[in-house]
């Protein structure tokens, strides 16, 4: 199947910076990809559909400032965490949509955030 | 508006047939999924089903779907101990192209 790519797997940062976590789709091209969500021991909570060249759609509750997506090719997308604190500690999930498949939704292996 | 859910858990002996249960709310779903989660891990795509088929088999895997009853299983022959994750079956909802997901079944195997 296709690769999607997320880097990094596990990062720990301080309360108060920021951090991006990438998602790179390897073997094909992405118009659309989708930021999760997931707390221990719970399924995985939509929190933002990123379209190329556009702005991200966020679902309700998620703060947009806070967690800013930026989708600038057919490849990548970031979701950059701004003034962490340690209740955004948590599992983040990007999966990417083949633009010509359309049916399957490949996920990449995930970036376990701790901020301390 | 859309809800999947699935039991938490589900313990069977190594060799066993597992079975795990899921149930949705969107009619218009046209694809529906199942994932795997190991630990630390993201999520892997087992099988999906489209709307207008009732059964998919691959290999130790089968998908049953029962539209009526909005009903998805996936059953897993003879069951091995690397089985053991967190399945997640989802839905697409309204075809928008984003996917909700049930609570995730946690499959324990014993030897």
């Known amino acids: 199947g296709a690769v999607v790519s997320q880097h990094p797997s596990r990062v720990i940062c301080k309360s108060g910076t920021s951090v991006k976590i990438e998602c790179r789709s390897l073997?094909?091209?992405?118009?659309?990809m989708f930021w999760y969500r997931q707390f221990p021991k719970q399924s995985l909570m939509l929190m933002a559909t990123?379209?190329?060249?556009?702005?991200?759609?966020?679902e309700q509750g998620v703060e947009k400032d806070k967690f800013l997506i930026n989708h600038a090719s057919l490849t990548l997308s970031t979701l950059t965490v701004t003034s962490a604190h340690p209740e955004d500690s948590s599992f983040y999930i990007c999966?990417?949509?083949?633009?010509?498949?359309?049916?399957?939704?490949?996920f990449g292996q995930g970036t376990r955030l701790t901020v301390v | 508006g859309e809800d999947v859910e699935q039991s938490l858990f589900l313990s069977v002996r190594e060799g066993d047939s597992s079975v795990i249960n899921c149930t949705y709310t969107?009619?218009?779903?046209?694809?529906l999924y199942w994932y795997k989660q190991e630990p630390g891990a993201g999520l892997q795509l087992l099988t999906y089903?489209?709307?207008?088929?009732d059964m998919k088999q691959d290999q130790r895997l089968t998908v049953l779907l029962n539209k009526k009853d909005k009903h998805l299983s996936l059953r897993i022959a003879d069951t091995q101990t690397g089985d053991s994750a967190i399945y997640f079956c989802?839905?697409?909802?309204?075809?928008?192209?984003?996917?909700?997901f049930g609570q995730g079944t946690e499959l324990s195997v014993k030897p």
């Open positions: 073997d094909f091209q992405a118009t659309t």
């Open positions: 989802a839905e697409i909802y309204n075809q928008g192209g984003k996917l909700i």
């Open positions: 999966s990417a949509r083949e633009i010509a498949q359309g049916t399957e939704a490949f």
């Open positions: 990123s379209n190329e060249g556009s702005k991200a759609t966020y």
């Open positions: 969107d009619s218009s779903s046209t694809y």
């Open positions: 089903i489209f709307s207008n088929m």
